[in-house]
């Protein structure tokens, strides 16, 4: 696996350019994705696969028209029971998954949109090639082998990482590969190995487009999710952090733990030395925190002054260590001099007995202003 992936990054290196190194692990492998990101990627991907299916679900048996029309009995019979069956399997993929934000769920989802085509590839190439047709009939037959050259395109249009393109058109370059060798004695086998690398050669030219796509869409995302100013997690894509890591929490029966901390006195340095000074003693405050935080916590600043650190797998005290450290390191200077300082209050999914991340906010917000109600510099913690 370790040669796989430093073959894929050198190739990546010399086609897409000196990429940082995240990033291009990102274009490479889906493991290291964000769950953000993961969650768009998700959602674009079952979309599509549901546009693609439903049109393939109308537009599959309103070919049989024309197989009709060019085909003799057996053969038009047999391709349109084929097409049904197609059109069928399209249409039920096309009303499956339309909720789902889950990676697992728009495997699935490829995995049978591919499948689909490349079992009626399976059943109808060999079929054709049993019969013998000349003229119009013998065109429309020849079209079909094209069918794997249309599905390995396809993967442009979904943002794939590199080893996601490659085992989801390996079906598809397998499948070429069978009907080949069943033919070997219609055609020489320079002709199925010209074909076979035309078709490698547009699995890779799909595979580049897919990672152009992907390495778009992390940029935007990135720019979507983080503030401008502190390079925290805004508070739009905080929620859905908090949502996926309650859920997450949920399902393993883990403690999760909530931070709010509130700049005490702030609004006193915007009126005092105005906003720019604001916006300094923010940044400064957000690299205190982000630099005291563990590599799973999240940092977000929920808005104005206040900011939010969601701390997976922490208990009440571990919490409380945690907001200990930050008092004891600092939050930054006042533009006047002395010490700049925050109001905390921390909640904890099992202790507080939170029914879902909403509420698991409040009450972590509701005990940062009892600290504030409290005397500021201080902390309102959650019970064992």
């Not at 206040?306 to 533009?335: H, M, N, Q, W, Y």
């Amino acid at each position: 696996m370790q040669k796989l992936e430093i073959f894929f990054q050198t190739a990546a290196e010399r086609l897409l350019g000196a990429l940082p190194r995240e990033e291009l692990r990102n274009l490479l492998l889906p493991a290291d994705h964000a769950p953000l990101l993961a969650r768009r990627r998700a959602e674009m991907v079952i979309s599509r696969v549901r546009m693609v299916a439903a049109l393939f679900a109308l537009l599959t048996p309103l070919w049989i028209v024309v197989d009709v029309l060019v085909f003799t009995w057996p053969v038009s019979i047999m391709l349109a029971v084929g097409r049904l069956v197609t059109s069928l399997a399209f249409g039920l993929l096309a009303l499956s998954y339309g909720k789902s934000t889950k990676m697992a769920d728009a495997y699935r989802a490829l995995a049978m949109m591919f499948g689909i085509p490349t079992l009626f590839f399976i059943y109808s190439h060999p079929l054709l090639s049993h019969f013998h047709m000349v003229g119009p009939a013998a065109a429309i037959a020849a079209g079909y082998a094209f069918l794997p050259f249309v599905m390995v395109a396809g993967l442009s249009i979904f943002p794939l990482t590199a080893v996601e393109a490659t085992l989801f058109a390996l079906p598809v370059l397998l499948a070429e590969a069978l009907v080949a060798l069943l033919q070997l004695g219609m055609l020489s086998w320079t002709s199925h190995l010209g074909a076979f690398w035309l078709l490698f050669l547009i699995t890779a030219v799909a595979a580049l487009a897919g990672m152009s796509q992907l390495s778009f869409m992390i940029s935007l995302v990135g720019q979507a999710s983080h503030d401008g100013l502190t390079g925290c997690f805004a508070r739009a894509s905080g929620e859905e952090l908090m949502d996926i890591q309650f859920h997450i929490a949920a399902r393993s029966g883990a403690p999760l733990a909530v931070v709010f901390a509130d700049l005490d006195n702030f609004k006193r340095i915007n009126d005092s030395f105005g906003h720019d000074a604001g916006d300094r003693v923010l940044i400064a405050a957000a690299e205190a925190l982000r630099s005291t935080l563990r590599s799973g916590d999240v940092l977000l600043r929920w808005g104005g002054e206040e900011f939010a650190i969601i701390l997976p797998d922490t208990d009440c005290a571990t919490a409380a260590k945690v907001v200990a450290r930050l008092c004891e390191r600092g939050l930054g200077s006042r533009p006047e001099g002395g010490r700049l300082t925050a109001s905390f209050g921390v909640a904890e999914r099992l202790a507080d007995c939170a029914k879902d991340w909403r509420q698991l906010v409040e009450i972590a917000d509701q005990r940062m202003y009892q600290a504030k109600q409290a005397g500021k510099d201080r902390s309102v913690g959650c019970a064992e």
